[in-house]
Each structure stands twice: as structure tokens, then as C-alpha cells.
Antibody
Framework: EVHLVESGGGLVQPGGSLRLSCAASGFTFSSFEMNWVRQAPGKGLEWVSYIDYSGSSIFYADSVKGRFSISRDNARSSLFLQMTSLRVEDTAVYYC??????????????WGQGTLVSVSS | DIQMTQSPSSLSASVGDRVTITCQASQDISNHLNWYQQKPGKAPKVLIYDASNLETGVPSRFSGSGSGTDFTFTISSLQPEDIATYYCQQWGRLPPVAFGQGTRLEIK
């Protein structure tokens, strides 16, 4: 069974940093592209970042470009999101999401339970 | 970047009703459109992929249609367990992906 478990969230002051981790199990992690998606309290879903199988292709939403960095460790089946220069508007639940791309197309087929990042003074 | 406009933002319906949600893309996205269901306090779950394909294990009362810029998501007979927020999502060969604003579905 596929499991994605996020950790590393918490309360941080504006301008601070946090590193989120996602531990994956139940599938061959190195065979799947991965994403981070966030959801501010009471708001909709916002895609944050994408990384391909090897980490050689990476994309960010404009709202986090230059401040967030996505990475992965295939040997440890782990995904990371390094967040710096955090702003109040980065407050959200952050989801680790598997990207299924096959003959059926593309969808976000497995999501973690999310980890809450709160940015406040 | 492609923008997704989803409507309505909220909807109240009775058990057994047919419910329809629409999603419009700012440019042609072929059939690259998915629908997700998010129940309170839970992570989203994919229901429909590539505009009209039902994800494995999803009840057949859920369906999707459309291509190009205009898409529709339908629940043929609303059940109490369908109370959730629904999102459309556009995808392309490469990111970014875009979500619609969401439709909050309530029981009347």
C-alpha cells in the first residue's frame, strides 16, 4: 500500500526557514515524479513545486520561486522542500503528492496527510 | 500560464439530485483535465482523469466530460457521503499545473 508521510511543519517567524520531509513507501519511489501542493486555511489547492525521477527537472510556482527548493533522495525514498524567507502568506498545509504519468495521462494519485506550516510573529 | 475558472463556488442540493460543476480553461487543454474530491480534514482524492475516465474504485455516479476549454463534472444521484469540495485540475506535459477555485457541495 502506498504511503506518503510528511513531517517538519511548525510555527516559524516571517523571514525564517523550514525543511519539510516526505517519507514514501509501498511503491518504487525512484520511478515516480513528485510534487508539493499546499492549501492555506479555508482556501483552495495551490501547486507549489515538481521534481522528476532523478531531480534533474524541477519547477516552482511563481509565488515560491527563489525561496523554496525541492529535492529528493531516491535511496531513502524521501522528498524534501527547503523553505526560506518565509512569509505570512506561506501559511498552509503542505501535501506531498505522487505524480502518475502513464498511458492514462497525468494525475496526482496519492497524497500524504499534510503538514501544517504557520508563519507568524 | 493557464487559468482555470470553476463554477459555482458553492452548491446546495438534495440527496438524489443530479449535480453539475463546470470548469473552463483559459486556453485549449485538450482532455488534460482531472477532478478531485476533498472531504473536510482530508487530503484530496482523484475521481476523474483525462476529463472523462473514472479512477479505479470510484462509484459510477461520478462522471466527467468535455475537451478543449469547457469541462463538466456530474454526480448523477447525490449521496450524503458526497459532501465535499470538488476541484478541477489542468495538467500539461510539464508543470505548472493549475487547480480551479473549488466547489463546496452541501446537502440541502
Amino acid at each position: 500500500e502506498v504511503h506518503l508521510v510528511e513531517s517538519g511543519g511548525g510555527l516559524v517567524q516571517p523571514g525564517g526557514s523550514l525543511r519539510l520531509s516526505c517519507a514514501a513507501s509501498g511503491f518504487t519511489f525512484s520511478s515516480f515524479e513528485m510534487n508539493w501542493v499546499r492549501q492555506a486555511p479555508g482556501k483552495g489547492l495551490e501547486w507549489v513545486s515538481y521534481i522528476d525521477y532523478s531531480g534533474s527537472s524541477i519547477f516552482y510556482a511563481d509565488s515560491v520561486k527563489g525561496r523554496f527548493s525541492i529535492s529528493r533522495d531516491n535511496a531513502r525514498s524521501s522528498l524534501f522542500l527547503q523553505m526560506t524567507s518565509l512569509r505570512v502568506e506561506d501559511t498552509a498545509v503542505y501535501y506531498c503528492v505522487r505524480d502518475r504519468r502513464d498511458s492514462r495521462g497525468c494525475s496526482f494519485d496519492y497524497w500524504g496527510q499534510g503538514t501544517l506550516v504557520s508563519v507568524s510573529s | 500560464d493557464i487559468q482555470m475558472t470553476q463554477s459555482p463556488s458553492s452548491l446546495s442540493a438534495s440527496v438524489g439530485d443530479r449535480v453539475t460543476i463546470t470548469c473552463q480553461a483559459s486556453q485549449d487543454i485538450s482532455n488534460h483535465l482531472n477532478w478531485y474530491q476533498q472531504k473536510p480534514g482530508k487530503a484530496p482524492k482523484v475521481l476523474i482523469y483525462d476529463a472523462s475516465n473514472l479512477e479505479t474504485g470510484v462509484p459510477s455516479r461520478f462522471s466527467g466530460s468535455g475537451s478543449g476549454t469547457d469541462f463538466t463534472f456530474t454526480i448523477s444521484s447525490l449521496q450524503p457521503e458526497d459532501i465535499a469540495t470538488y476541484y478541477c485540475q489542468q495538467w500539461g506535459r510539464l508543470p505548472p499545473v493549475a487547480f480551479g477555485q473549488g466547489t463546496r457541495l452541501e446537502i440541502k
